[in-house]
């Protein structure tokens, strides 16, 4: 079913800087299916433990404080390009666990040519990582993950998307039209920058929402 496209909200405005892309270690390219590939290897996000980083992935729903305003958390994520987050489904846990499905709608870089509204399923998420699939017609054609280690002075975050299908003999074929038609070179770049910028941010945005130990 195709959905009407949402409206990009007016960027908000945050007392913190986005960090840049050259602050992370990146790359693109292809794997032996033709399927796009994005790595990043994050600067280290100081003072978070992945403890920290796996709470957010579950506690991503809902307002925060910022400056006396009151702001949707997803919205704070990446002050530009999100534009909305919904819990689709609750998952085996309730809420956002493992099995739980997220409708994810942005545009990298403010550019609706990079628009993308999709819903997709947790397979993943404790203390060593975050991964969301996408299926589509029965076969998975992304996968995000999301990995989480700890190290001198807080976490190391390695991020790794993958677009395309690894189905035999038709899989070189769909994933030539999906990078022309669908997730080009182009998107894949603008969506290294933009997870940068927001990974980045979860080091001023987490601790201002983890719960404190009480007693």
Not at 25 to 44: F, K, P, W
Not at 62 to 85: F, S
Not at 129 to 147: A, C, N, P, S
Request: proline letters at 7%.
């Amino acid at each position: 079913m195709l959905r009407r496209r949402l409206p990009l909200p007016e960027p908000r405005c945050l007392p913190w800087p986005l960090k840049p892309l050259q602050s992370a270690q990146t790359s693109l390219g292809y794997d032996e299916h033709g399927r796009m590939v994005m790595r990043i290897r994050h600067s280290v996000l100081a003072g978070l433990t992945p403890k920290m980083v796996a709470w957010w992935f579950a506690n991503i729903g809902g307002d925060m404080d910022i400056d006396g305003q009151r702001i949707n958390r997803y919205l704070a994520w990446h002050p530009h390009d999100h534009i909305r987050w919904e819990l689709a489904r609750p998952g085996r846990e309730g809420g956002a666990s493992v099995g739980a499905r997220f409708r994810i709608v942005e545009a990298f870089g403010r550019n609706l040519e990079f628009y993308i509204d999709v819903t997709e399923t947790v397979t993943r998420l404790d203390e060593a990582g975050f991964t969301i699939t996408g299926v589509r017609l029965g076969h998975r054609v992304t996968e995000l993950k999301h990995d989480f280690s700890p190290v001198a002075g807080g976490t190391l975050y390695v991020s790794t998307l993958t677009v395309g299908s690894a189905m035999p003999v038709l899989g070189p074929a769909l994933n030539r039209v999906i990078h022309r038609y669908i997730f080009s070179e182009a998107m894949g770049r603008a969506w290294l920058t933009h997870n940068v910028e927001e990974v980045g941010l979860l080091e001023h945005i987490v601790p201002r929402l983890y719960p404190r130990p009480t007693g």
